[in-house]
């Protein structure tokens, strides 16, 4: 019979998001006359871009004729969408990106688990806590960790505790650590990083030969000027981090599916023989092996992002979703609730009342309000107590929602 890879049985029950949906359903199913309003997954619900709709549509007429048919395009993405986000997020920031260190996918999701592929499993591995979850099981998965621990924690993982008291920013570590997971604006919390503070990540990145892996997927967010939008907009980032970028927040591409992933030609690692290894051409060759591309007709839409319509379309959705934010925050704020986030990110990271757990609170909304939300400790063991709430729905749904917790 058939040898299964034993690290998917170090897991946890389940992951987060299917759990809660199981939730749901089971509730659904005893009450079958509720009406749940779901501020739990990032999900976004307003309609595409017409830009990008209207660049899709060309797109597939395209493919309908003999001259426009395309068949497999490059597994790194086509040279003329790497172009516009090159000119576009990094050199208009002061950031020397050039296109060819920008890789098309299908998302910074799977792009932050596949990253794992060219790099070695004996590396020492820092994540923030609470923390997006998929850094953290797809390093169980890949046999980068030991058992779990009674307190939902891994065994060869190094936690870097966020909470109240460093205002939800991770510390350095006083010793080497070979890969960090950063995510700004923050997820699960909303917390968002100064240049300074970064700079100091950078700097303890290039002392120790340390790599930064930085998720930077709802920096379309931030309406702080004075933050930064790309780790390359400190200086020597290009030597130690590399980038996830997605179109799924910003532009709603969550089904359509296209992100990019960031690797600097300057970042190398070392082989056995303490060799330079350059990093990017590993992940050129993991991606033509194993990557056939996003499709022609999603790219020609993210192209469509960059066009002056599309900038304003773009725009106004951010500001929707803002407003939705800022909605809850007031509301909450209003009735009594501790909250953060909300300003520079789409959730907002509530602290749960009453000395609730987070999934009683869970419970609680779920029944009393009919409202489905994220519990804290889904995102580790320093997410409990405190809940998160997304700012992904329609106006109508954030105002009702935000009544019926009010009334509870």
């Known amino acids: 019979m058939v040898q299964v890879n034993e690290n998917y049985l170090k897991l946890k029950a389940g992951y987060l998001f299917p759990e809660i949906s199981k939730r749901v359903n ?93 790099l070695g499993n004996d590396n020492s591995i820092a994540v923030t806590d609470p923390v ?25 993982l190094i936690y870097l505790p966020i909470n109240e008291e460093n205002n939800f920013l991770p510390e350095i570590p006083t010793s080497k650590v070979d890969i960090i997971y950063l995510c700004f604006p923050n997820n699960p919390t909303g917390a968002t990083i100064t240049k300074v503070d970064l700079k100091k990540w950078v700097d303890y990145a290039n002392q120790n030969n340390s790599l930064i892996l930085f998720d930077a997927a709802y920096e379309a967010f931030i309406q702080d000027k004075e933050l930064p939008h790309s780790i390359y907009e400190i200086d020597g980032a290009k030597d130690c981090a590399i980038e996830f970028r997605s179109f799924s927040k910003n532009a709603g591409f969550t089904g359509v599916r296209c992100a990019y992933t960031v690797i600097p030609k300057s970042i190398s690692g070392l082989n056995s023989k303490s060799e330079e290894i350059n990093l990017w051409s590993l992940w ?29 379309e773009v725009k106004d959705l951010i500001g929707f979703y803002m407003e939705n934010a800022k909605i809850m925050k007031n509301k909450l704020k209003t009735a009594g609730f501790t909250v953060y986030g909300g300003d520079n990110a789409p959730y907002i990271w509530i602290k749960v009342p009453d000395q609730m ?18 519990p804290g400790s889904g995102f580790g063991l320093s997410g409990e107590g405190y809940f998160r709430l997304s700012a992904f729905n329609s106006r109508e749904k954030v105002i009702d929602a935000m009544e019926r917790i009010i009334r509870i």
């Open 284 to 312: 050129n060759r993991r991606q033509s092996t194993k990557f056939n591309g996003v499709s022609y007709i999603v790219q020609r839409g993210a192209e469509a992002v960059y066009s002056s319509d599309g900038k304003k």
């Open 357 to 374: 757990t987070s999934w009683d609170f869970f419970d609680y909304l779920l029944e009393k309000a009919n409202v489905v939300g994220t």
């Open 132 to 156: 997006y979850p998929v850094y953290v099981d797809s390093n169980v998965m890949t046999g980068r960790t030991g058992e779990s621990l009674q307190d939902g924690t891994y065994q060869g």
């Open 26 to 118: 089971a509730y659904i199913q005893n009450n079958s006359s509720c009406d749940i309003i779901k501020l739990g997954i990032g999900d976004v619900t307003e309609p595409l871009p017409k830009s990008c709709r209207d660049a899709m549509s060309k797109a597939l007429n395209e493919m309908g004729t003999k001259d426009g048919f395309r068949g497999y395009g490059p597994e790194q993405g086509y040279p003329w969408l790497r172009e516009k986000i090159s000119d576009n997020d990094f050199i208009s920031r002061g950031c020397q990106i050039t296109p060819e260190e920008i890789f098309v996918s299908d998302g910074s999701k799977c792009d932050s688990s596949n990253i794992l592929d060219i």
